[in-house]
């Protein structure tokens, strides 16, 4: 089986997935695609125009109508029938939604879609919860990044401290991701799990700096090994 030109990081939320994908790929000089904005944006839109987030004739119209973007700029990450979302979708409560939309069959069948159509001519990393066993289970190289639920939550906290949201707890944010983890790891469609020949890297005690070195000098290893240039 010939191997796709994808960099596929799964992990929880929270694991610091997003955060390292960005520097992977701008310390590689490839391109980065972050499938939860995705699913992120259209929950956000479905929200404001009150739709119905369940599978569905409402749905497949909204999914057939929707123009989407991604990677316009650095500035407009994503883009939904021309509203830049990069920085609307990162609220707490989209979190929520994002996950119930995960769920529905026809957007899974969208954004694989999307993805795959986005990452076929490049090398690129991507990053979500089901890249390296569902979307590109060819990706050349696969880790699935995880922490704690402790660590995973104080990180969520800073995050949303430092947007300017102070109204929720340690408590109240550990109480969501833990039930994110159990919503994404026991849906029907594309759960959250590691693939069989993903490497697992625990971030719970690492810094950025870690993190970071330890996946590219595994990267640069296989792509030299199978002859993709980076």
Known sequence: MSLSKVIAIDGPSGSGKSTIAKELAQSLGVLYIDTGAMFRSLAYMCEQRS????????????LKTIKLEYGKSSECLICVDGENLTTKIREHS???LASIISQ???????LLNFQRELAS????????????????????????????VEVRSQRRLDQLIEGGDNEMSLDQVM?????????????????????????LVDTSEMNQAEVLKELEGGIRSKAKEIGINL
Not at 51 to 62: D, L
Not at 104 to 110: K, M
């Open 104 to 110: 529905i069959p026809e957007v899974r069948s969208y």
């Open 175 to 199: 109480a969501d991701v833990k039930k994110r983890d159990a919503s994404d790891m026991n849906r029907e469609v594309a759960p959250l799990k590691k693939a069989s020949d993903a490497i």
């Open 121 to 148: 001519k490049v090398v690129c990393v991507m990053e979500g919860r089901d890249i390296g066993t569902v979307v590109f289970p060819d990706a050349f190289c696969k880790f699935f990044v995880t922490a704690s």
């Open 94 to 96: 989209v979190s929520k």
């Open 51 to 62: 739709i119905a987030m369940t599978s569905g004739p409402s749905m497949e119209n909204f």
